[in-house]
């Protein structure tokens, strides 16, 4: 018997959470500004309810430059005070500084790997504490929660959607990785 997610099985049919899981949440991504933004929202909803960041994904997608990794990554102190005074966002020094930095080393990893995600394969399978490991090694602002959900999210660790939620199926046929 097919069942959704516990967590949405409450949500209206157009709620931003059921949105998120029916259409994103699991699915796998293949170009590298999807997956930096993905990062970058899920180091920003740290302290916060997804419900938040959700709400302000457009306005975050407008204030980083559709999550461009090369112009984030190049991004001044000009653009960290525009941030910083950008209430459509999450307005968090550490935050911000995490995005313009990580930027930067995504393109090392792009330069080294070939891509972010080509960097991501290369190192998958592994287990959640040696992702988050991986990704305080690489990253600013990584800790466990937000690798274990940046990794759920994106495809690369399991536990996005419950066996029996028709989601599951949905993404098993797309991800080889998926388990």
Excluded at 46 to 65: Q, R
Aim: charged share 20%; proline share 2%.
């Amino acid at each position: 018997m097919s069942s959704y997610c516990e967590f949405c099985l409450s949500e209206a049919e157009d709620s931003l959470h059921k949105r998120y899981h029916d259409t994103q949440y699991g699915f796998p991504l293949t170009d590298d500004n999807q997956l930096f933004e993905r990062l970058v929202l899920e180091i920003n909803q740290a302290g916060l309810s997804w419900t938040t960041i959700l709400k302000k994904a457009a306005n975050f997608h407008a204030a980083y430059d559709g999550f461009v990794i090369a112009s984030v990554a190049n991004y001044t102190d000009i653009d960290r005070q525009r941030l910083m005074a950008n209430a459509g966002i999450v307005r968090n020094r550490l935050k911000i500084n995490a995005a313009i930095v990580n930027a930067g080393r995504i393109l090392q990893l792009q330069q080294d790997y070939g891509s972010f995600k080509l960097w991501l394969d290369a190192h998958h399978p592994q287990t959640k504490a040696q992702w988050t490991t991986l990704f305080k090694n690489t990253f600013l602002f990584t800790g466990g929660e937000i690798v274990n959900e940046f990794l759920m999210s994106t495809g690369y660790l399991s536990g996005a959607h419950t066996q029996t939620c028709p989601i599951y199926a949905e993404i098993a046929q797309l991800n080889p990785r998926f388990s």
